[in-house]
C-alpha cells in the first residue's frame, strides 16, 4: 500500500505559477507511472501529466509548454510546475501512482488550486 500526499495548492491570479507536490510512504522505484489528474466542479477527472519510472512524460495538449512534470526518487516524491495559469485550471489536483505488474492504482486526496481572473 503506498499513500500519496499532495502539497502546494493555493490560490494564484491568472498567468501565475503554482509547483505541486506528491509525496509517497514509500520508495518510487516500485512505481511505473506517476502522474497528476485534475477534476473541475462538474467535471470529469482529467490527466494533467504523466512520468514513467523511465522519464517518459505525457501531457494534456492544453497545458503544453506550461506545465513540467518532474519527480525526485531521493524524496519519494513527485511534481508538477505550472506556469502561465488559467481560471479555467480552477480544480482539485490529484496525484495517482501505478505499479503496472500488480494492476495497483494509488490516488492521494486532492489538493485545491484556484486560478483567479
Known amino acids: 500500500q503506498v499513500q500519496l500526499v499532495e502539497s502546494g495548492g493555493g490560490l494564484v491570479q491568472a498567468g501565475g505559477s503554482l509547483r505541486l507536490s506528491c509525496a509517497a510512504s514509500s520508495s518510487i522505484f516500485s512505481i511505473n507511472v506517476m502522474g497528476w489528474y485534475r477534476q473541475a466542479p462538474g467535471k470529469q477527472r482529467e490527466l494533467v501529466a504523466t512520468?514513467?519510472?523511465?522519464?517518459?512524460?505525457n501531457y494534456a495538449d492544453s497545458v503544453k509548454g506550461r506545465v513540467t512534470i518532474s519527480r525526485d526518487n531521493a524524496k519519494n516524491t513527485w511534481y508538477l510546475q505550472m506556469n502561465s495559469l488559467k481560471p479555467e485550471e480552477t480544480a482539485v489536483y490529484y496525484c495517482?501512482?501505478?505499479?503496472?505488474?500488480?494492476?495497483?492504482?494509488?490516488w492521494g486526496q486532492g489538493t485545491q488550486v484556484t486560478v483567479s481572473s
Open positions: 512520468i514513467t519510472s523511465g522519464d517518459t512524460t
Open positions: 495517482n501512482a501505478q505499479v503496472t505488474y500488480w494492476r495497483l492504482d494509488y
